[in-house]
């Protein structure tokens, strides 16, 4: 069985300082990917990011960065120099390979962002 | 490429009718499409897989003679939800994985079903 577990239900912040949003997971899969996701107050799901089970390298994207850690089996999403448009709550997903699309999501984590 | 559609984005009903959701794929196709379900402040829940041309299969504690699962065709899967009653409302979102890649991070806007 999988398991995704976003321990923060919720983070506040002030405009400017860096977040960490983290994401631990449990698969029995060798091969899986990971994502994550942003959902605004409008309700869509953004996608931001996927990472398969053999690439551990680690992602920046502008003000986002991913951390991947196969031994820890976690994978961490920061944000640096948070802005108001960033607060949003916040998905980890797993997917096995042989179940393309069908993923097990995390709790979610509610980040707010106050100026 | 790989957009999702979803139709209507919001629903408002009365208890005892039943309301269809359309999740369309407008730039591949989709043998298989999955129906989530988030209820207010909580995490998305698998449904239910469907595929192209065959029954979908639901998960476990989700009632099949309730959730409606329709894929007749490449490019749409239909979610109708039968006699619908309060407790059914909720957000409602697709995804779609296509034959040749991985899209599972493809999903849907959601619609927001409300039944009163």
């Known amino acids: 069985a999988q398991k995704v577990t976003q321990a923060q239900t919720e983070i506040s912040v002030v405009e400017k300082e860096d977040v960490t949003l983290d994401c631990v997971y449990e698969?029995?899969?060798?091969?899986?990917?990971l994502f994550w996701y942003k959902q605004p107050p409008s309700g869509e799901l953004v996608f931001l990011i996927r990472r398969n089970s053999f690439d551990e390298q680690n992602e920046i994207s502008g003000r986002y960065s991913w951390n991947f850690q196969k031994s820890t089996s976690s994978f961490n999403f920061t944000i640096t120099a948070s802005q108001v448009v960033d607060s949003a709550v916040y998905f980890c997903?797993?997917?096995?390979?042989?179940?393309?699309?069908?993923?097990?999501f995390g709790d979610g984590t509610t980040l707010t962002v106050k100026p | 490429g790989a957009v999702v559609s979803q139709h209507p984005s919001r629903v408002i009903c009365k208890s005892g009718t039943s309301v269809k959701i359309e999740c369309r794929s407008l730039?591949?196709?989709?043998?298989?499409m999955f129906w989530y379900r988030q209820f207010p402040k909580k995490s998305l829940m698998l449904m239910a897989t469907?595929?192209?041309?065959?029954?979908?299969?639901?998960e476990q504690g989700v009632e099949k003679d309730k959730f409606l699962i329709n894929h007749a065709s490449l490019t749409l899967s239909t979610l109708t939800v039968t006699s619908a009653h309060p407790e059914d409302s909720s957000f409602y979102i697709c995804?779609?994985?296509?034959?040749?890649?991985?899209?599972?991070?493809?999903f849907g806007s959601g619609t927001r079903l409300t039944v009163v």
């Open positions: 730039d591949f196709q989709a043998t298989t």
């Open positions: 995804s779609a994985r296509t034959e040749s890649g991985y899209y599972g991070y493809t």
């Open positions: 469907s595929n192209e041309g065959s029954k979908a299969t639901y």
């Open positions: 997903a797993l997917s096995a390979n042989t179940n393309a699309g069908k993923s097990t």
């Open positions: 698969t029995r899969d060798t091969t899986y990917y």
